[in-house]
């Protein structure tokens, strides 16, 4: 039975950085990814994420700035760029905003505070509600191209990668876990679950996870019309749409930016159209599509709405947002969804890996419900 210190279980962004992260430090490590590199079954597949400091929440405006510097380590180590800081505006409902603005404050980070006029003016491609928030630190992260990177980067640190193989079972017994899959049983100190929207299905029955959903996105992409064609026309962009108390990323409206090559993706929140992983097909609900369009033609006056392209994507979300991040006995789980993990992609890579090397959990908000 083949053995490694870190056996990571789901290679999408968060199995990647971890597995990266464990590998930097010299530990031997298996990625086992049930797909190929970069697939577009699950959550981390696109050209590009929102990257923002501009949270409601302050824990994820400082997780933003504590991640920055690692996403700097690692295009320098792979001469890959990764992150542009082109800016990202948020609008909407006032106290989204206010919160907003207070989180930037309290990190003594710079913003600037518009009103419709001024948004719109600065940014004449899109509608603004009657208050917005213009957050130079945002921005835009390249997905599957980070996803490469980093198992590029496991290869060359000596980490060894499974492509095609499913982990059908994880059983623990003490201190030691066993990886059952159709190609042999690997054992281990030590295994990080980083898998997305199946990680109910593979470790639910093992620690007590949050209720999770799993719920469709459908992005769709619209081509600038030719006098919006510039780049620097769109910055990337939340809009706040309803009041809300879990302080949720879109609240009833919309995110996205300008995918280079793709035009500029929309988001809508579309909610409820929850799925099973391992049985959905792949084909686009017309009437979000529809939605979109209307949303677009709404608050979109420098796109072409029938140039709409969308593609389908899994959201594994929890009931506040909040990620998964915890340790119980030989076991790691790495859940870091709801939509909006991808933009810590090293740093939960950096802590997934503290706690498979043996660091408690310190942050209530990530933790397992019962320990
Ligand atoms: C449409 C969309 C837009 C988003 N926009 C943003 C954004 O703008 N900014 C932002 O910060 N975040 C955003 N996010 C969130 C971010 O993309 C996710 O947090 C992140 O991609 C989750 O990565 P993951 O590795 O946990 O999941 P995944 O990428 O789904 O990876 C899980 C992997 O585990 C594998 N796996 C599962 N079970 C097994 C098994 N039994 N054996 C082997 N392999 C297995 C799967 O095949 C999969 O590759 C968005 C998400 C979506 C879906």
């Known amino acids: 039975m083949e053995t490694f210190d870190h056996i990571v279980v789901g290679g999408g962004a968060m199995g990647a950085a971890t597995a990266w992260q464990l590998a930097s430090r010299g530990h031997s490590v298996a990625l086992i990814e049930q797909f190929g590199i970069a697939h577009d079954k699950g959550s981390s597949h696109g050209a590009v994420r929102i990257f923002r400091y501009a949270y409601r929440n302050p824990m994820y405006s400082e997780l933003a700035v504590e991640t920055l510097p690692l996403w700097r380590e ?9 992150l542009e800081q082109i800016g990202n505006v948020d609008h909407g409902v006032e106290r989204s905003i206010r919160e907003i603005a207070e989180s930037l404050e309290h990190l003594n980070r710079p913003y600037q505070l518009l009103n419709r006029d001024q948004a719109e003016e600065r940014w004449p491609g899109m ?13 835009r992260v ?17 980490g060894t990668i499974f492509l095609n193989l499913r982990v059908e079972d994880i059983e623990i017994l003490g201190d ?21 929207a199946w990680v109910e299905k593979l470790v639910g029955g093992t620690v007590d996870l949050p209720p999770l959903t799993v719920d469709l996105g ?21 809009h706040h749409a309803v009041e809300e108390d879990v302080k949720s990323v879109v609240s ?6 300008f995918t280079p090559g793709l035009g500029v993706k929309i988001g809508k929140e579309q909610t409820g159209h ?32 029938e140039s709409a392209t969308a593609v389908t994507c899994l959201f594994t979300n929890t009931p506040n947002t909040d990620f998964i991040l915890d340790r119980q006995g ?10 909006h993990g991808f933009k810590f992609v090293p740093k939960i890579g950096q802590i997934v890996a503290d706690l498979a090397s043996g660091s408690e959990q310190t942050n209530p908000a990530w933790k397992f419900r019962k320990n």
């Not at 066993?178 to 898998?195: D, I, L, M, Q």
């Not at 459908?218 to 939340?238: K, R």
């Not at 009833?252 to 930016?257: H, L, P």
């Open 74 to 82: 690692l295009e320098a180590e792979s001469g890959v760029q990764l």
């Open 127 to 139: 509608k603004f509600a009657e208050h917005a928030i213009f957050s130079p630190d945002g921005g």
């Open 142 to 158: 390249a997905a599957d191209e980070t996803v490469r990177v980093l198992y590029r980067r496991v290869e060359e640190l000596g």
């Open 176 to 196: 030691i876990a066993t990886v059952v899959t159709a190609e042999g049983t690997f054992r281990t100190k030590s295994v990080v679950v980083a898998a997305g």
């Open 218 to 238: 459908q992005p769709t992409h619209f081509t600038p019309l030719p006098e919006f064609a510039d780049e620097n026309l769109w910055p990337s962009f939340i």
């Open 252 to 257: 009833g409206g919309a995110y996205g930016m």
């Open 274 to 305: 929850f799925v099973d992983p391992d049985n959905r097909d792949f084909s686009l609900i017309e009437s979000w599509l529809q939605d979109t369009k209307e949303y677009a033609r709404e608050w979109f006056p420098g796109v072409d709405v």
């Open 330 to 339: 030989p076991l790691t789980v790495a859940s870091p969804c709801s939509g």
